[in-house]
């Protein structure tokens, strides 16, 4: 019982991390589907974070916009999102739902859509 009380937050970080690491593993593995489908692949990073270095195939739609944007999606196309580390990418996921898009994916970082 020491150790969860002195390591708990250690612990919960690796939880995140192996939680995070799945979740994309799971999506990565759907690409080949979801792009039989037309799926479209959304980097919500910042402009300029997106013309420095992409992964093809994906368009961008900076997180700050997507809120302005968003209607332009039909919502029954199947979305994959990323970003630099997956948070921003997450926060995406959240607006696309709220507006009622249904079939929407957090790859996490950009660079998922390269391996």
Do not use: H
């Not at 690491?21 to 593995?29: D, N, P, R, T």
Request: overall charge positive; glycine content about 6%; proline content about 4%.
């Amino acid at each position: 019982m020491d150790f969860l009380k002195n390591y708990w937050m250690l612990f919960a970080i690796a939880l995140w991390f192996g939680y995070k690491w799945l979740s994309s593993k799971q999506i990565k593995a759907k690409l080949p589907d979801l792009k039989s489908r037309g799926a479209l692949f959304i980097d919500v990073r910042s402009e300029g974070e997106y013309n420095s270095a992409n992964a093809p195939g994906t368009v961008n739609f900076p997180l700050q916009e997507l809120s302005n944007r968003i209607s332009e999606i039909p919502k029954t196309t199947p979305i994959v999102l990323c970003c630099a580390s997956g948070t921003r990418s997450g926060i995406a996921k959240m607006t696309f739902k709220k507006n009622g898009f249904k079939e929407v994916y957090n790859i996490g970082t950009w660079t998922n859509f390269l391996t």
